[in-house]
């Protein structure tokens, strides 16, 4: 009983001693520096942006079955398109589409890339690239990458597969006759061979 009254009169007086604050008229308050930092958004240069859509056109443009190929970049993404021989039939053309996505996957610029191939989103895409380069941006760019992006089944090379099976290729070998097959065999090792001695 001696500790609870004990508490509550040192309660009492902690609350007392409180109430009994009164402002200084003299005291001055405490000032702080704030400082700001004036920022020009509408002379912003997209030198970076067209750098690495040059250099995502020239990977992709190195992939054989790709004839040109042009790349427009918006931040971390940028979407490449491919131009392929009007005569190639889908699959072929998709094999395309994913080699140039292979060769893209491990560039920083390509990473998130989206890989079209249709004749007239690769005009289109060139036609934006020029309209970057000419400096005209704003958000009339941005709805028809969007729409390009939302029209087109892409393929991305961050979400690529990885093919785990251990020799996909002994199935293919099995369609040439012998003495190709013990060529490719041949020629396949040595390239194995040379990478492993580099």
Do not use: W
Not at 76 to 101: H, W
Not at 111 to 133: F, H, M, P, S, W
Not at 154 to 162: G, K, S, W
């Amino acid at each position: 009983m001696k500790i609870l009254i004990y508490m509550l009169m040192l309660c009492l007086f902690i609350t007392g001693c409180s109430i009994g604050k009164k402002d200084n008229p003299n005291e001055k308050p405490e000032q702080k520096n704030v400082s700001t930092k004036n920022v020009n958004y509408t002379n912003k240069s997209n030198k970076p942006n067209e750098k690495a859509a040059d250099h995502l056109a020239s990977l992709a443009a190195s992939v054989p079955g790709v004839n040109d190929a042009t790349a427009v970049v918006v931040g971390k993404y940028a979407i490449v398109g491919i131009d392929v021989k009007a005569k190639l039939d889908r699959t072929r053309v998709e094999s395309i589409k994913y080699s140039v996505a292979e060769s893209l996957k491990n560039d920083p610029d390509g990473a998130n890339a989206v890989v079209v191939a249709d004749v007239d989103t690769y005009e289109r895409l060139k036609q934006i690239g020029k309209q970057i380069k000419k400096g005209k941006t704003g958000e009339g760019i941005l709805d028809e990458l969007a729409a390009i992006v939302g029209r087109v089944m892409p393929q991305v090379p961050n979400d690529m597969i990885e093919n785990r099976e251990k020799n996909p290729i002994k199935d293919n070998d099995k369609q040439l006759p012998n003495d190709e097959e013990q060529e490719l065999r041949k020629e396949q090792n040595d390239q194995s061979n040379n990478h492993l001695n580099k």
